[in-house]
């Protein structure tokens, strides 16, 4: 089933202990993401990557690292976390070619930070 | 900058009627697509539907449909036969691709209920 999975599902931590939400696709997508969803704000892009080796700042990525070293997956990294990080947060992935692909999205992470 | 506006926060449905959730835009691209999602009270974002600009006929994805207005810039997700798990929240996006951005860009979203 082609899918995108992140992990984990919930997670409630505490400020300042680095946490790690991976991602990981298999419809052998170039291009993947990371949204933070939050009320009143909507969805908002953290980075993204256009294939492997090449990602890029979203609108918020302050207090947030990712990598790509490999096509299918995209790990979200967050060193020190705070409680503003507190969130849904959602990775997606798509076909490369742009405006008419649409990006299929995990099933969400919620962080609590506290 | 593109914008996707959704002047509906809610909407009443009953089981097995049709509705229309309302999405216009805002963009200077002639060549531009829009999709739909839907998030249930579970949480995940789920793709329904995509729309391009230039094709010439209403996209169409079971019980799922797009009223495509392209001179009005409106673009509305039309449900038929609502069911009872069609209750979620909805959203309409557009995908913003520049020289250095590549994002979704979302609408605030309406949230439809549907009763029996």
């Known amino acids: 089933e082609a899918q995108v999975t992140q992990n984990p599902r919930y997670l409630i931590t505490v400020t300042g202990k680095k946490l790690t939400v991976t991602c990981s696709q298999n419809m052998n997508h170039e291009y993947m993401s990371w949204y933070r969803q939050d009320p009143g704000l909507g969805l908002r892009q953290i980075y993204y990557s256009m294939n492997v080796e090449v990602t890029d700042k979203g609108d918020v990525p302050e207090g947030y690292k990712v990598s790509r070293k490999e096509k299918r997956n995209f790990p979200l990294i967050l060193e020190s976390p705070s409680p503003n990080q507190t969130s849904l947060y959602f990775c997606?992935?798509?076909?490369?070619?742009?405006?008419?692909?649409?990006?299929?999205f995990g099933d969400g992470t919620r962080l609590s930070i506290l | 900058a593109q914008k996707i506006t959704q002047t509906q926060p809610g909407m009443f449905v009953q089981e097995k009627e049709a509705v229309t959730l309302d999405c216009t835009y805002d963009t200077s691209d002639q060549s531009y697509g829009l999709f739909w999602y839907k998030q249930p009270s579970s949480g995940e974002m789920i793709f329904l539907i995509y729309q391009g600009s230039y094709d010439e006929q209403n996209a169409t994805e079971g019980r799922y449909s797009l009223n495509f207005q392209k001179a009005r810039k409106s673009a509305n997700l039309v449900i038929s036969a609502s069911q009872l798990g069609d209750s979620a929240m909805y959203f309409c996006a557009m995908r913003e691709v520049q020289r250095d951005t590549d994002k979704l860009i979302f609408g605030t979203g309406t949230r439809l209920q549907v009763f029996p």
């Open positions: 997606a992935s798509s076909k490369a070619g742009g405006i008419s692909q649409p990006q299929h």
